[in-house]
Structures are given as C-alpha cells and as structure tokens.
C-alpha cells in the first residue's frame, strides 16, 4: 500500500516568509508525528497527533511553529517568519494507534533552506 | 530524562566484515520500546526492527541480529557478511509508554561498507 507521503520535497524560502508542509498519512494510521533533521541537532521530535485528543506540542521550538491535523488524517506543518536555523530536513511519520508500543512509518521528508 | 547514546559516529568496514553497532539507553520507565531505523543515501528512515522492555529475547533476521540486555542498558546490532549495500546511518530510538509514542533518537552510526 501507499506509504507516508510528503509534500513539497525541496523548498527553498526567503528568511521572514512563511511555510507550509504538508503530510500525508499511510491509510487507517490513527498517530502523526512530526520529526526535524538537522546537521547540529539530529532528529528531534515536534508535534503528536493521536486520533481527536489534543496534540503533544512539547517539542515545538518556538510560538513560530505550528501543525493541525484535519480529518484525523492530512496534517500541516506551518512556520511563521522563518530564520535561518530553521533550514532543516523536515519528516512526517505514522503509525497504528495505541501507546508505543508500534512502530512508525516515515516519509520521505521536506527539505527547508531558508536564505 | 531518557536519552539514547551511541557512541560511534562513524565506521568503516570492508564488505564481508561482521559489524556492531553500539545503542545504549536511559529512562526511568519499566515499559518502554526500542528502535532501529536505517537512512540509506537515498535519505528516507526506514524500519528495521522494534523490542518491547518485556522481552529480552534476541533475535535474527537474515544477516542482521539485535542484542538486547537490560541489565546495560544496550540494544546492540550486529550485521553479519557485510555488503556495500548496508553503507548507512543507523539510528537507534527510545519510546516510553507514557509519552505516546514519539521517538527519542541516538546520534546515529554512519556505516560505510568498502568493496
């Protein structure tokens, strides 16, 4: 079946636009994860989504980031006023629900150069 | 705090070699999962194999083989008759029951397998 699927792939930003990622689940998949990779930090963890309950933003960098998930399915990943250190590769996964006990699935990822 | 460490950045073997890959965790929780992800050249993580903190049990999948011991905290893996074609970053992840799945990554082991 489909896997996770991420869109744009590349996207190269002026420092101060705002962007927005976009993240298609795999199918039946109730939990969305937001993950960042970058050179200095590795992967961090964003933002959570399980099914209607409230997300888990404990790891949002800063009140510029921002995700909703509609549908219980799409999400987006919005950054205002883009900097600099935000150039990163961006990735999206999903998996069963459940506590965590399952594995996720990744896409392909976004990758974000801010100039 | 849960943390994962792993310790070597890089390594580099002749294919056919046996390899170790060296994953150590932290966390205060008796029920917890982990990880190993690959991220091959192409860039996208892919899913190798999950363990619950229950069970110790090690296991084998072709050429690849996982330890884990509670007792150090480790969750090593072991690719065996290495082949170019595992030249890669490997991360090692954390997920506690309580936290809704997100993952808590490791550095990541860069593995270059020379013909």
């Known amino acids: 079946g489909a896997g996770v699927s991420q869109s744009p792939s590349n996207k190269v930003t002026e420092k101060g636009k705002d962007v927005e990622l976009r993240c298609d689940p795999i199918s039946g998949h109730t939990a969305l994860y937001w993950y960042r990779q970058s050179l200095g930090q590795g992967l961090e963890f964003l933002i959570y989504f399980q099914g209607n309950s409230a997300p888990d933003k404990s790891g949002l960098p800063s009140d510029r980031f921002s995700a909703e998930r509609t549908g219980g399915s799409v999400s987006t990943l919005t950054i205002q006023r883009t900097q600099q250190e935000d150039s990163a590769v961006y990735l999206c996964?999903?998996?069963?629900?459940?506590?965590?006990?399952?594995?996720?699935?990744f896409g392909p990822g976004t990758r974000l150069t801010v100039t | 705090a849960q943390k994962v460490t792993q310790a070597q950045t890089e390594i580099s073997v002749v294919e056919k070699e046996d390899v170790t890959l060296d994953c150590v965790y932290e966390t205060r929780d008796t029920t917890y999962y982990l990880f190993w992800y690959k991220q091959p050249p192409s860039g996208e993580l892919v899913f190798l194999i999950r363990r619950n903190s229950f069970d110790e049990q090690n296991e084998i999948s072709g050429r690849y083989s996982w330890n884990f011991q509670k007792s150090t905290s480790s969750f090593n893996f072991t690719i065996t008759a290495s082949q170019v074609v595992d030249s890669a970053v490997y991360f090692c992840a954390l997920s506690e029951d309580n936290q809704g799945g997100k993952l808590i990554f490791g550095q990541g082991t860069e593995l270059s397998v020379k013909p």
């Open positions: 996964a999903s998996r069963v629900g459940g506590q965590g006990a399952y594995e996720q699935y």
